[in-house]
């Protein structure tokens, strides 16, 4: 009944079917994998409230090795480590970072160097500030950091990736991302791959400076496109299998079944058969 599978066209029909569910399984492998990788950012920022702060030095890494570079970014493992470092900021290289939307407002995070008593730097972003009121144009005043010796403790974040260059704008350096490898050019000192978004300080951070909001990871997305692509590779291999079905059942019909109204005329109708009365 099913013989016809194994002619050259179905054998086509299942070859494509089984590489379009191979495709389909394998990229929701991809989402899995993807909403793995997810759900354990989420672990570490849900853990990183209850952690005992670590030394900057045992999460981070090493600096650069000489001014004016930095070091490598942090492992992924350690990303969202709750860390705390002691050192002065260094005000005159503060960084602009624009176009960051807080509360649904467009404004500044502002990028501090900590100068650490071995003369190596790490950027502290210690919070988010409006625009100034002549508008984005206009770079805003940065609240003044504390002098002398500051403790601060934060989260560690790796690096964003480039995008734009890094501009200096009335002595006062700008750029669009968190890159640490192209800020550290414009420093006199060598930096980590990594950087600090503050939590606390002391002495305290001006009120002025909003916390950046700390965003989770959408894992359920991924779990979503999951179930999807798994449930289109099953549709495929279930289509395949109504085709063959449906062609096995035209196959095993009558030969005649389809032939009766051509025999009979088609769709004329019956034959009127009554004598014909002759006046």
Do not use: C, K
Not at 56 to 75: H, M, S, V
Not at 255 to 274: E, F, I, K, L, S
Request: aromatic residues 8%; proline residues 10%.
């Amino acid at each position: 009944m099913y013989r016809f599978l194994l002619t050259p066209r179905w054998l086509g029909y299942l070859a494509v079917a089984l590489a379009a569910a191979a495709v389909m399984v394998q990229l929701g492998n991809w989402q899995l994998d993807r909403y793995h990788q997810r759900s354990a950012v989420n672990d570490r920022i849900d853990a990183a409230g209850q952690q005992t702060p670590a030394e900057l030095t045992q999460a981070a890494g090493r600096p650069g090795p000489a001014p004016g570079q930095a070091g490598d970014a942090p492992p992924e493992s350690a990303t969202w480590t709750r860390v705390t470092a002691v050192g002065r900021y260094d005000s005159d290289n503060h960084v602009l970072v624009r176009s960051r939307t807080v509360n649904s407002r467009v404004g500044y995070e502002v990028l501090t160097p900590l100068v650490l008593a071995d003369g190596s730097a790490v950027l502290v972003d210690r919070g988010w500030i409006p625009p100034d009121d002549n508008g984005l144009a206009v770079a805003p005043p940065v609240p003044p950091a504390p002098t002398g010796e500051v403790r601060v403790t934060g989260l560690l974040r790796q690096p964003e990736p480039m995008s734009g260059s890094v501009t200096r704008q009335d002595g006062t350096l700008q750029t669009r991302r968190i890159a640490t490898p192209v800020l550290a050019a414009e420093l006199p000192y060598p930096i980590y791959g990594g950087y600090v978004l503050l939590q606390q300080q002391d002495p305290p951070a001006d009120p002025v400076f909003v916390a950046v909001p700390i965003r989770h990871e959408n894992s359920w997305q991924n779990g979503g496109y999951v179930a999807q692509w798994w449930i289109f590779a099953a549709m495929t291999l279930v289509g395949f299998g109504w085709l063959a079905r449906r062609e096995a059942h035209h196959r095993r019909r009558p030969a005649g079944d389809g032939d009766r109204a051509d025999a009979t005329g088609g769709d004329a109708g019956p034959v009127d058969q009554r004598p014909t009365t002759v006046r």
